[in-house]
């Protein structure tokens, strides 16, 4: 090992016990803050709009948030191994804090939206370096442990997130979903300030790859506009979606075209030659397309096909992620025990969570409660098992110096497969669901409603969900006599077996990318964890 190296890293071992347990700490609080503030502000955006107005740009709340800090995430991964760490976890946090004030003082929704922006490139910061600030005071056998206890707090924090974003908007002011973030952050700022040690990377003196952030962005960008887009405020074959999509790939190739030539390159196309971390990237990127596109459609399922209230509904999501908690929990710390076998957990997790989708696919308007919920908590514990697998498989795979680059890239790649399947997803499911209800809507309706009325209808299940959407429907067809009282139970009866069959099929195509995935882990390399960092190996594993 040459000096360079040696003095470019702080081995774990030379940290103190208090300085460990005070960055694991601040962590753990980074995950749990980076969290609630999603459910929080879920919650609180009904009061939002009533003060600020602008429903039409309810959805670009969290749309800004998402693209800001997933674009942020393998930039800020690829600078932490070039600069280190803390100071970007710092300036992280700060912007953080910053966006979560201004958000709070927001006068109108174009405010929130830019504010919200500006706060999503400080959770990406944090995003990028949370995980691998844990690989670098724990070795990979020491690491499923406190990897399973982030997951668990992600969890944790996203089952009283809901419950704590309406106390705190009706007791305080929504203002203060934003502003609760303020005095966690500067605690986490505090612990890692005074004890997380500032790691610098062999390459101290390398250079930006500017031209690879530019073009990495400008694919990225309209690629997850189109995306957000597409279905929903433009038709998917429209000339803007259509030309930002090509606009993307034309950037994506340049930007291939670029890393290929980059001395230091933003995304190492080396590491795709690691077998591990290929497979790994694909796994997680089905999993990220197969979850959040599908687990959106839960709640809708409770309220709009079994009857539950939105409050009930949202409860029966509380079992779903303490099946992920204690998944998770169990799979770290099956991983630091047994010294690996990742390829062994990585099928039970897929395969509980393949078997979870296979039964929520099947359930229909006459699913009971609990049989309903069961099926999610099953699915909830495959999710967690597989939450640190993978990525402690790719951590003890790479090079140190590439170690924040493969997190970051990790978390990238779930995060672009959520967003791929929240719009692919959701596409399927307006079709299918305009699909069954028309072709099931009784002749005698047919008859009496006009062909504008029924478009209306397939459209949006609402009348299932909203109380004041059955009355109008209801009061439209008390003018058609005895008769009408009927016809309007038979149109819920349809709308509510339609809605059924689109999330049966929406978790039919879910659960063949889960399987796919499956089918993917059988391939990966299995690799004994190692019980030290290896600042030697710097050409990489896995291949």
């Given at each position: 090992m040459t000096p360079e190296v040696e003095n470019a890293f702080l081995p774990p071992m030379v940290l103190t016990r208090q300085q460990k347990i005070a960055t694991l700490v601040g962590a753990l609080l980074s995950m749990f803050m980076s969290s609630l503030n999603q459910t929080v502000i879920g919650t609180a955006m009904p009061r939002i709009i009533i003060e600020l107005g602008g429903f039409a740009h309810y959805t670009w709340v969290a749309t800004a948030f998402l693209i800001t800090s997933t674009i942020t995430i393998p930039i800020v991964g690829k600078l932490s191994d070039m600069?280190?760490?803390?100071?970007?976890?710092?300036?992280?946090?700060?912007?953080f804090i910053a966006g979560s004030l201004l958000s709070g003082f927001s006068q109108t929704m174009t405010q929130l939206i830019l504010f919200r922006g500006f706060q999503g490139i400080g959770a990406g910061m944090m995003m990028a370096n949370t995980v691998a600030i844990i690989a670098d005071i724990f070795p990979p056998a020491e690491r499923g442990k406190y990897s399973g206890l982030m997951t668990g707090t992600m969890g944790i924090s996203s089952i009283i997130g809901p419950t704590l974003g309406g106390f705190i908007t009706d007791t305080l002011s929504w203002h203060w979903v934003f502003w609760v973030n303020i005095p966690i952050g500067v605690s986490i700022i505090l612990l890692i300030f005074f004890f997380f040690p500032d790691l610098r990377s062999v390459h101290p003196k390398s250079r930006v790859d500017f031209s690879g952030v530019?073009?990495?962005?400008?694919?990225?960008?309209?690629a997850m506009l189109a995306l957000s887009w597409g279905g929903v405020d433009q038709p998917w074959i429209s000339v803007p979606i259509i030309g930002m999509l090509v606009f993307s790939l034309i950037m994506g190739i340049l930007f291939l075209f670029?890393?290929?030539?980059?001395?230091?390159?933003?995304?190492?196309?080396?590491l795709y030659k690691n077998q591990i971390f290929k497979i790994s990237q694909v796994i997680i990127f089905l999993m990220g397309?197969?979850?959040?596109g599908s687990l959106i459609f839960i709640p809708l399922f409770f309220q709009g096909v079994l009857g539950a209230s939105a409050t009930i509904s949202g409860s029966f999501m509380t079992p779903m992620m303490l099946g992920l908690v204690v998944g998770s929990f169990t799979s770290g710390q099956f991983l630091s025990r047994a010294g690996g076998h990742y390829r062994l957990q990585g099928m039970i997790g897929l395969g509980a969570m393949a078997l979870g989708m296979g039964l929520i696919s099947r359930m229909t308007f006459q699913t009971g409660f609990t049989q309903a919920v069961a099926n999610i908590v099953l699915t909830g514990v495959g999710i967690g098992i597989i939450m640190p697998c993978y990525t402690i498989a790719v951590q003890n795979s790479v090079p140190y110096h590439f170690l924040g680059t493969a997190t970051s890239l990790m978390v990238f790649a779930r995060s672009i497969g959520g967003t791929l399947g929240l719009a692919v997803l959701g596409v399927v499911m307006s079709n299918r669901f305009r699909f069954h209800f028309?072709?099931?809507?009784?002749?005698?309706?047919?008859?009496?409603?006009t062909p504008e009325q029924m478009t209306m209808l397939a459209k949006n299940p609402q009348a299932l969900i909203s109380p004041g959407a059955q009355m109008r429907m209801k009061a439209f067809f008390a003018g058609f006599g005895n008769q009408g009282e009927a016809l309007s139970e038979q149109i819920l009866q349809t709308l509510r077996q339609s809605l059924a069959f689109a999330i049966s099929q929406v978790f039919t195509?879910?659960?063949?990318?889960?399987?796919?995935?499956?089918?993917?882990?059988?391939?990966?390399?299995e690799m004994p964890l190692r019980k030290q960092h290896d600042f030697?190996?710097?050409?990489?594993?896995?291949g």
């Open positions: 600069y280190g760490r803390k100071r970007f976890y710092l300036i992280g946090q700060g912007i530019a073009t990495f962005i400008l694919a990225l960008v309209p670029i890393e290929t030539r980059s001395k230091e390159p933003l995304i190492p196309l080396s397309m197969g979850m959040f028309m072709h099931h809507l009784p002749p005698a309706v047919k008859v009496l409603v195509i879910a659960l063949c990318l889960i399987l796919i995935g499956f089918i993917a882990n059988f391939f990966i390399k030697t190996n710097l050409g990489g594993q896995g």
